[in-house]
């Protein structure tokens, strides 16, 4: 759920560039001046600097792009001689927000506060000036919490990497599941190019028949020092993760990590992030249980890109290598747990209007393990989620609890194949739930 409101703030700007599109401040049809493809060039702005339609078409473009710089540029030409169209001025207090100019942004809302706006226009200035104000503030504090429900036609596959008992294999379950995160950051410099931060990740899923497969919990924690430049930025911290299954320890994970971010474009940006975590395991299993025996050192490295094709379309990419090695290397059944793996995931994201939006990943992960098995595996996963925030359901005014609330069911299929017949599973599932979003 990371990036809820980034995938709300966008979408408020595709609302309000729609509302304003191909329209004069009193509402008529507005002339289509430009070049002859259609595209509107900085030179026919310069060119036409008192046309109030250009000047839009132009800021749109720009927005879509990704170089809200200009963008923004735009807008003042605009608003400077049309200071009394309002829906302009709000796509203009939106794009300040994202470009983190949270006092100009907050003069542009003032502004707003006692016009006669549409309803929606309203809603999309509230959720703005509570951004800003929380946004503002030289400690942050933000996250969100869902609970919903699912379903899996084979939840053994969720529980255990190897060793599957034949006897629970293929077992449907219904769910309750629950997500949070919370985080924390403080700025450590007027400038907010350096800050600490902390992040906090729970998740658990309970079955309905835990006499056959127990739940389980994951637990993860981050927390280091973060910074900024104009096309850079960096992170260092440490990391831990623990396990839970069936109210038994099963895996804890201690370690540090480092990410480095280029921002390439205004629409693309490249990041390569390594790690290093020591892994320790219980056996929770049974006495037959051989899971302590994957205890050892993780190391990983990924390079990602991200690219925005429109203010609606977002396309991203993760090439990511793992070293999975164990502290008795020694031990022929230990070697067997041991593997190196390379892994590519795509992942695309569709926002709609009123903050609809459309999530789809797929990741795709060969294994090579260690041990005189000599064990191959292939890992597939897809999934697809739909998310409609619960205000465009109801009528009510911005800022109220249904603004942060979105309704969000998701599908998802996993295949694992294997040169070993044991090791090979297969299962789809569901899940419906509701996130409310706070903080931040």
Do not use: C
Request: no cysteine; aromatic share 10%; net charge negative.
């Amino acid at each position: 759920m990371e990036g809820l409101f980034k995938r709300t703030a966008v979408s408020a700007l595709a609302i309000i560039a729609g509302m304003t599109a191909g329209l004069s401040p009193n509402g008529a049809e507005a002339a289509q001046p430009g070049s002859a493809d259609g595209v509107v060039s900085f030179q026919d702005v310069l060119k036409n600097p008192t046309d109030i339609s250009l000047n839009m078409r132009f800021a749109q473009e720009r927005m879509a792009a990704g170089d809200l710089l200009a963008a923004a540029a735009a807008m003042e030409r605009l608003l400077f001689y049309e200071p009394n169209w309002d829906e302009a001025r709000v796509l203009y207090a939106g794009i300040l927000y994202r470009l983190g100019d949270f006092a100009a942004a907050k003069r542009e809302t003032a502004l707003l506060e006692k016009r006669d706006l549409t309803p929606e226009a309203r809603s999309l200035v509230n959720r703005y000036d509570a951004r800003i104000n929380a946004a503002s503030k030289p400690t942050r504090v933000g996250g969100y919490l869902s609970l919903g429900a699912g379903y899996d036609e084979n939840a053994s596959t969720l529980i255990a990497e190897d060793n599957i008992d034949p006897e629970i294999s293929e077992t449907e379950q219904y769910s309750f599941v629950a997500r949070g995160r919370l985080t924390v950051e403080r700025d450590l410099s007027q400038t907010r190019d350096r800050e600490l931060f902390a992040v906090l990740d729970g998740f658990t899923k309970q079955f309905d028949d835990q006499d056959t497969i127990d739940g389980y919990s994951i637990l993860k924690a981050k927390a280091g020092l973060k910074g900024s430049t104009d096309r850079y930025g960096w992170r260092v911290n440490t990391s831990g993760r623990h396990v839970n299954i069936g109210g038994d320890s099963y895996l804890n994970e201690l370690g540090v990590e480092a990410r480095l971010t280029h921002q390439l474009t205004g629409k693309t940006s490249l990041a390569i992030q390594v790690g290093a975590h020591d892994q320790s395991y219980d056996q929770v299993f049974g006495p037959q249980d051989t899971s302590d025996l994957r205890s050892g050192p993780r190391y990983d490295v990924s390079v990602s890109a991200k690219h925005r094709l429109s203010s609606r379309v977002a396309l991203s990419a993760r090439g990511h290598y793992r070293h999975k090695g164990v502290d008795e290397d020694d031990n022929a059944i230990a070697e067997n747990f041991a593997y190196d793996v390379f892994g590519v995931e795509l992942g695309g994201n569709l926002f709609l209007s009123r903050g609809v939006y459309v999530d789809g990943d797929v990741l795709y992960r060969d294994f090579s393990y260690d041990g005189d098995q000599g064990r191959e595996d292939e890992y597939a996963y897809g999934r697809v989620a739909v998310g409609v925030p619960v205000s465009t359901l109801v009528r009510q005014a911005g800022g109220t609890v249904a603004d942060r609330l979105i309704l969000e069911a998701a599908v998802y299929h996993l295949d694992r194949g294997s040169n070993i017949d044991v090791f090979e599973y297969e299962s789809t599932g569901a899940e419906a739930r509701v996130v409310w979003r706070f903080g931040q």
